[in-house]
C-alpha cells in the first residue's frame, strides 16, 4: 500500500522543519479482520495449488492485472514457462507463521506478512514472505510476492542510547526501511528500521517533546515505512540522530 504522508521531527540541536500538522494528513491501512484474513489466504493457497499442479494459466489467472502485465512480457517461450513454474514452485513454503496482516479501503489493497518456512535439499530455510492483494472488480487478487530475510539472516542494531556528542554533525546520512519496533523511552524515541536485511537504530527527542514539535507520535508503528535524514553516530553505523522523518504506510 503506496499511501505517503509525513510529520518530520528532530534533536535539539537542529532546525525543525514540519511537513504536516499534528493530526493532518490521510487515513492509514487498518489492520486486518479475521475473515478477511482467511479470504485472502484462500486466494494465496489457490495459487500454490495451480503452480504446484503446473497450471500456470489458472495461476496467472488469480494475479491482479499489474502482475499479469508484468509477467506477459516475459513468459513468451515453452521454457520462459517452465523456468517461471519452476521458481514459483520453490517459494510455496511449507509452513506460514503470519506476523502483520493489513488492509487500505480507499486504495482496495492488503498486505499480509508471514515467516514462510520451506524445507530444501540443504536443510530448512526461514525467510520473510510479503504478500500482497489488490481488489479488481470485486475480487481479491494475489498482487506483489516478496521475499526477504528471515531472523537468523537480520544484522540487528545496538538500541543503546547515546548523547548527541557521540554523533558526527558533519556527517549526514539518509535511509529508508520498514519500521519494526517503536520504544518511548523517558528521555527519547528509539525507532528500528530495517532495510535489505540490516537494522538503524534512529533516534528521536520524547514522546512529549515530538508533540510540541507537531509530530503525532501516533503514527510511528511498526510495518510503517519511515524515509529518515540525520548524522551518523561515530563509532557505529547502525545507529542515527534523526533530523527529520517521513512516515507513510505499508506497502
Not at 221 to 242: C, F, H, L, S, T
Request: hydrophobic share 45%; proline share 6%.
Amino acid at each position: 500500500m503506496r499511501r505517503c504522508i509525513a510529520a518530520v521531527g528532530l534533536f535539539a540541536l537542529m532546525a525543525l522543519v514540519l511537513v504536516v500538522p499534528l493530526g493532518a494528513g490521510p487515513a492509514w491501512g487498518r489492520p486486518m479482520d479475521g475473515a478477511l484474513q482467511q479470504e485472502l489466504m484462500a486466494v494465496y493457497h489457490r495459487y500454490n495449488q495451480a503452480v504446484a499442479a503446473g497450471h500456470l494459466d489458472a495461476a496467472l489467472a488469480i494475479r491482479s492485472s499489474a502482475v499479469r502485465t508484468a509477467l506477459e512480457q516475459r513468459l513468451k517461450t515453452l521454457k520462459d514457462r517452465d523456468d517461471y513454474l519452476a521458481g514459483a514452485r520453490d517459494l510455496v513454503p511449507d509452513k506460514l507463521e503470519l506476523r502483520h496482516a493489513s488492509v487500505d479501503d480507499s486504495t482496495e489493497k492488503a498486505l499480509l506478512i508471514a515467516w514462510a518456512e520451506k524445507v530444501t535439499p540443504s536443510g530448512p530455510v526461514q525467510n520473510e514472505l510479503d504478500i500482497g492483494f489488490v481488489r479488481e472488480d470485486g475480487v481479491w487478487r494475489l498482487g506483489d510476492l516478496v521475499l526477504g530475510p528471515g531472523p537468523v539472516d537480520i544484522k540487528h542494531c545496538n538500541p543503546a542510547y547515546e548523547p548527541v556528542s557521540a554523533y558526527d554533525m558533519s556527517r549526514p546520512v539518509s535511509l529508508a526501511g520498514r519500521i519494526e519496533r517503536v520504544d518511548f523511552l523517558p528521555d527519547h524515541t528509539l525507532i528500528v528500521v530495517m532495510s535489505g536485511g540490516t537494522e538503524t537504530c534512529a533516534f528521536l527527542p520524547d514522546r512529549v517533546t515530538l508533540q510540541q514539535h507537531g509530530l503525532d507520535p501516533g503514527i510511528l508503528q511498526p510495518y510503517r515505512i519511515a524515509e529518515i535524514a540525520g548524522v551518523a553516530n561515530q563509532g557505529d553505523a547502525q545507529k542515527v540522530m534523526v533530523n527529520n522523518i517521513t512516515v507513510r504506510a505499508e506497502e
